[in-house]
């Protein structure tokens, strides 16, 4: 018989990917150039050069049995070695190779966590808003899910909410800084804040309470420093992928970094491996493991994004729309002009802008605006927009 729990999520795809597959079919009917699509956070901007030489120089090295080999299960050793070396050089944390897993990206690496530090009954805090596959992720760990949204127009951390939502059940609670789909930074001191919380917890509950740090924007700022969780708090399992740095989403690479100082880290560390070896996430790409351990630090141009959010964040306060201005990732978080934000995004494809309603974000009345398209899409788009709130003024 077929597991009904599987064939419901089949058949109910995210609604970022709905608007993706609608904009193709849109596309073939009147031209990509007059479909606005700014659904899915795909990036726009190139891999760095150094990206395609490192895989030129690979391919042309004539080891291709090796390079095309399986590697550890845990990824190449040398691969986790450098990963290790750059944590300590850049955050002056102590990181080595025996607690970095490498994935197949950033989903691999959170459900290959929470798999490890979900048992029956145990509950996950997410942060609204929040990735909507994150609901997904925690269902496959067999956790529950608590809501805490955030407070005012930047969702910043609400501590009181936190502190009534966090109970002798919750296991974890995942931070994503910067957000998507916010673009919101967790300023240091709200760090600070939260680890003093959850360190209090930890000991009213008896058992470790993780945070585990989804970090696929981390080098995607427009001036703001993004706190290194670890630094501040003992548990915490770092989620990375390569897929925003280097602009590489379709090869799926990144990694797991289990804290040391992590209540019996060693043995968290073999959960993690024991959960993605029971997904089958073993040995992740083994070509382009080689490539992040040339090109691990290096990231992709970012000052093109930054151009397009100034060019939508501007243009669309200008006419009137509100949203708070993004401090990293490419995502504009922008109030909808009515409460039914499913209803707004209706309307606003009769302009055919795509946008994502942010319902399944877990704040209602907002849509995400992903700006990682080329600039002209953006500028073309903005007599669209105008269209579109004159359209509500008139109502």
């Known amino acids: 018989m077929i597991n009904k729990k599987m064939a419901d999520l089949g058949n109910q795809p995210s609604v970022i990917r709905e608007i993706f597959e609608y904009s193709l079919r849109r596309k073939a009917e009147i031209g990509a150039e007059n479909v606005y699509d700014f659904s899915l956070g795909n990036p726009s901007i190139p891999a760095p050069k150094m990206v395609d030489d490192t895989i030129k120089e690979l391919v042309e090295s004539g080891d291709s049995v090796a390079l ?8 190449a050793m040398p691969v986790r070695e450098q990963i290790a070396a750059n944590i300590n050089a850049r955050f002056g944390f102590p990181a080595s190779a025996k607690n970095i897993y490498i994935t197949c990206g950033a989903a691999a690496s959170l459900t290959s966590t929470l798999k490890a530090v979900v048992n029956d009954g145990d509950e996950v805090i997410l942060l609204a808003p929040y990735f909507p596959e994150y609901n997904v992720f925690c269902a496959n760990a067999g956790a529950k899910t608590v809501v805490v949204l ?17 109970n002798k059940n919750t296991s974890a609670i995942i931070v994503n800084s910067p957000n998507n789909p916010t673009g919101a930074i967790i300023p240091e001191s709200d760090i600070i804040k939260l680890a003093s919380l959850l360190n209090k917890k930890s000991q009213e509950f008896g058992r470790a309470i993780y945070i585990i740090a989804d970090e696929p924007y981390r080098e995607l700022t427009y001036g703001d420093d993004v706190p290194y969780i670890p630094t501040f708090y003992n548990n915490t399992v770092v989620c990375y992928s390569y897929s925003k740095s280097l602009s590489l989403p379709g090869e799926r690479i990144g990694y797991v970094f289990v804290s040391p100082n992590c209540d019996a880290a060693a043995d968290l560390f073999a959960a993690v491996c024991g959960a993605a070896r ?6 992740a790409p083994s070509l382009m493991q080689r490539v992040i351990a040339k090109c691990d630090g290096e990231t992709s141009d970012v000052s093109l994004y930054n151009k397009n959010r100034e060019l939508l964040y501007n243009s669309l306060t200008e006419i009137g729309y509100k949203a708070v201005k993004p401090q990293g990732a490419f995502y504009l978080f922008m109030k909808a002009l009515e409460d039914d934000a499913n209803a707004f995004c209706e309307k606003a494809k009769k302009h055919e802008l795509l946008l994502v309603p942010a319902d399944s974000f877990g704040a209602k009345g907002y849509v995400r605006i992903s700006y990682c398209v080329a600039y002209d899409t953006i500028k073309n788009s903005i007599p669209a927009f105008k269209a579109l709130f004159e359209e509500y003024k008139d109502r």
């Not at 095309?68 to 990824?75: K, N, P, V, W």
């Open 68 to 75: 095309h080999g399986y590697t550890s299960a845990q990824g």
């Open 150 to 166: 955030g407070k005012g127009d930047n969702f910043s951390l609400d501590f009181d909410a936190l502190d009534k939502a966090i």
């Open 278 to 283: 029971s997904m089958g996430y073993v040995c």
